[in-house]
Antibody, heavy 121, light 107 residues
Framework: EVQVLESGGGLVQPGGSLRLSCAAS????????MSWVRQAPGKGLEWVSA????????YYADSVKGRFTVSGDNSKNTLYLQMNSLRAEDTAVYYC??????????????WGQGTLVTVSS | DIQMTQSPSTLSASVGERVTITCRAS??????LAWYQQKPGKAPKLLIY???SLESGVPSRFSGSGSGTEFTLTISSLQPDDFAAYYC?????????FGQGTKLEIK
């Protein structure tokens, strides 16, 4: 069964850092682009970042560019999101999502259950 | 970035009704559009991709249409399990963007 499972969320002070992880199973992790998508409480979905299967290409939303870094470890089938200089507006449930296609298809057929990040003093 | 606008924001309907949700893009995205369903506390679920292709396992009462800047998601006969939020998403170019969502409520 294709699955992704996020971890690493929690409460962090403004200006702090946090690293999210996403463990993948049931598919060839290195073949598929992966994305992070977030959802602020009671709000809609916002795409945050994407990485190619090889890890050689990364993309970011303007709202997180320069603060967040996406990476992957194909030996561990794990996706990461390093979040620095966190702001209150980064408070959200963060989802890991698998691209439907082996290239950048851009739509997502497998999502994790999400991990909540709360930025507050 | 390409802006995606959904209408309506909220839709009240009854079981058995046919409903349509509209999504408009701020510029042409060809057919690079997906639709997702999300239930409270759950992750989104892919319903439609490439504007009109039905994802495997999704009931045939769901259908999508459109190209360019205007798209629709239609549910032909609402079932109790369909009451949820629906989001469109463009993947024509980075940054990918979602519509603000449509909440489908029971009338």
């Amino acid at each position: 069964e294709v699955q992704v499972l996020e971890s690493g969320g929690g409460l962090v002070q403004p200006g702090g850092s946090l690293r999210l992880s996403c463990a993948a199973s049931g598919f060839t992790f290195s073949s598929y682009p992966m994305s992070w998508v977030r959802q602020a409480p009671g709000k809609g979905l916002e795409w945050v970042s994407a990485i190619s299967g090889s890890g050689g290409r990364t993309y970011y939303a303007d709202s997180v560019k320069g603060r967040f870094t996406v990476s992957g470890d194909n030996s561990k089938n794990t996706l990461y999101l390093q979040m620095n200089s966190l702001r209150a507006e980064d408070t959200a449930v963060y989802y890991c999502a698998k691209d439907r296609l082996v290239r950048f298809g851009g739509f997502f057929d497998c999502w994790g259950q999400g991990t909540l990040v709360t930025v507050s003093s | 970035d390409i802006q995606m606008t959904q209408s309506p924001s909220t839709l009240s309907a009854s079981v058995g009704e046919r409903v349509t949700i509209t999504c408009r893009a701020s510029q042409s995205i060809s057919s690079w559009l997906a639709w997702y369903q999300q239930k409270p506390g759950k992750a989104p679920k892919l319903l439609i991709y490439k504007a009109s292709s039905l994802e495997s396992g999704v009931p045939s009462r769901f259908s999508g249409s459109g190209s360019g800047t205007e798209f629709t998601l239609t549910i032909s006969s609402l079932q109790p399990d369909d009451f949820a939020a629906y989001y469109c998403q463009q993947y024509n170019s980075f940054s990918y963007t979602f519509g603000q969502g449509t909440k489908l409520e029971i009338k």
